[in-house]
C-alpha cells in the first residue's frame, strides 16, 4: 500500500503532487488566452500524441505522471474518457463516486451533458475532512489550484497503481 501507517502520502504521490504543484506555481497558462495553445501546452499535448491547440486537461494529467516516473502507460491520452475507460479495463481502482479519494489521484469531473468527451480531469493534491484540493490543467484558460466538497455528485477518482494504491 502506497500510504504510509501514519496516514501520510506515498513518496510516488509526492512526486506527483510536487509536480503538479510546481506548473501552478510557474503560472502555465494559455497563450494567447483561450488559445488551447503556448509553448508548455503544446508539451503537455505532444506527449499524448495530440498536436496543438486542443483542450489540454487530461494531457496535463498524463504529462504529470510522466514526469513523477509512473507513466500511465496505454491509459496516457488528451482525453478524459479515454483515461478513464483505459483504467477501467487495467483494472484500476475507479471510484464514480468521491468515497475514498487519496492525494495523488487523477480526479474525473463529470459533465451532466451525457457526453463523456466533455468531462474534465486534474489531480488530487490534498484531502480534508470535507473537501478535496486539486490541481488542473485547461481550468480557466491555465493550470490552476480549486477545492471542491466531497459531497459533490459530479465528483469521481482513479487510483493509478504504484501511486496511490
Do not use: M
Not at 503537455?44 to 496535463?60: D, E, K, Q, R, V
Not at 468515497?99 to 469531473?109: Q, T
Request: charge should be negative.
Amino acid at each position: 500500500d502506497p500510504k504510509y501507517e501514519d496516514g501520510t502520502n506515498s513518496a510516488a504521490a509526492e512526486r506527483v503532487i510536487s509536480i503538479a504543484l510546481a506548473e501552478f506555481n510557474l503560472g502555465v497558462a494559455e497563450i494567447p488566452l483561450g488559445s488551447n495553445s503556448g509553448a508548455r501546452v503544446c508539451d503537455y499535448l505532444h506527449l499524448t500524441g495530440i498536436s496543438c491547440p486542443n483542450p489540454w486537461c487530461a494531457a496535463f494529467v498524463s504529462w504529470v505522471f510522466q514526469e513523477a516516473g509512473h507513466p500511465l502507460g496505454e491509459c496516457a491520452s488528451a482525453g478524459v474518457a479515454t483515461i478513464k475507460s483505459c483504467a477501467e479495463k487495467k483494472g484500476w481502482l475507479v471510484d464514480n463516486t468521491l468515497r475514498s479519494p487519496s492525494s495523488g489521484d487523477i480526479v474525473i469531473f463529470r459533465t451532466d451533458d451525457g457526453n463523456n468527451e466533455n468531462d474534465h480531469a486534474g489531480i488530487v493534491i490534498e484531502v480534508t475532512s470535507d473537501s478535496i484540493i486539486t490541481v488542473e490543467g485547461n481550468s480557466s484558460n491555465r493550470v490552476s489550484e480549486n477545492t471542491y466538497s466531497l459531497t459533490s455528485p459530479r465528483l469521481g477518482t482513479i487510483s493509478v497503481p504504484g501511486v496511490t494504491h
